[in-house]
């Protein structure tokens, strides 16, 4: 079952923050965010194992809720680069690890 | 660490002809590798999943037969598009689940490749 991302797009200026939302009506193994910008191959941002965890790295961060059905990622001080989609893909524990990715959410930076 | 290569980066191809993608992890061993196709501004489709020395396990309406996949060692899967049409044209991209020390289940994915039928 496919999540659901919202919003499905957001513009900001540099500087802004912006939070993306990623749920699911099923309880989740994992939860794995990528940025894809456009003609490019997906790039790994982070994985949340534990209900209730937190992570981030440098100004971009998530959060995986205790019932682990839901996840935000964090984007604060938004740079330029920061500009592309972005996906979350879930885990439901099956073999193998495979991931079920949302539709995608388009986050433009401006100047 | 962590790298994974596609070659090739794009082709284009007549109907009714077939095109190889190859998949690489450089610099680990990945036991899976995982094909996915997305159509533009659409979300990434899993089409299969491939273990090392076994059979792919196709996704629900992915033709096996159209889409051949050999993983022939711990760091080659290749997908094969049989008697592409036009409606194969897509970004085939694949990914490679890394068992490197900390990350259980993390993907790391390839640059894609660009299929254009004519």
């Known amino acids: 079952q496919q999540p659901v991302q919202s919003p499905q797009a957001v513009i900001l200026r540099e500087g802004e923050d912006a939070v993306i939302n990623c749920s699911s009506s099923k309880a989740l193994y994992s939860v794995h965010w990528y940025r894809q910008k456009h003609g490019e191959a997906p790039v790994f941002l982070m994985i949340l194992l534990k209900g209730g965890e937190q992570k981030g790295h440098d100004k971009i961060s998530a959060s995986f809720n205790e019932k682990k059905q839901q996840s935000s990622l964090y984007l604060t001080a938004s740079q330029l680069s920061y500009s592309g989609t972005y996906f979350c893909?879930?885990?439901?524990?099956?073999?193998?690890?495979?991931?079920?990715f949302g539709q995608g959410t388009i986050l433009t930076v401006h100047p | 660490g962590a790298v994974v290569s596609q070659h090739p980066s794009w082709v284009i191809c007549k109907s009714g002809t077939s095109v190889k993608i190859e998949c690489r992890s450089l610099d680990f061993q990945a036991t899976t590798m995982f094909w996915y196709r997305q159509f533009p501004k659409q979300s990434l489709m899993l089409m299969a999943t491939s273990n090392e020395g076994s059979k792919a396990t196709y996704e629900q309406g992915v033709e096996k037969d159209k889409f051949l996949i050999n993983h022939a060692s711990l760091t080659l899967s290749t997908l094969t598009v049989t008697s592409a049409h036009p409606e194969d044209s897509s970004f085939y991209i694949c990914?490679?689940?890394?068992?490197?020390?900390?990350?259980?289940?993390?993907?790391?994915f390839g640059p894609g490749t660009r299929l254009t039928v004519l």
């Open positions: 990914s490679a689940r890394t068992r490197l020390a900390g990350t259980y289940n993390e993907q790391f």
């Open positions: 893909g879930l885990a439901g524990g099956t073999s193998y690890g495979k991931l079920t």
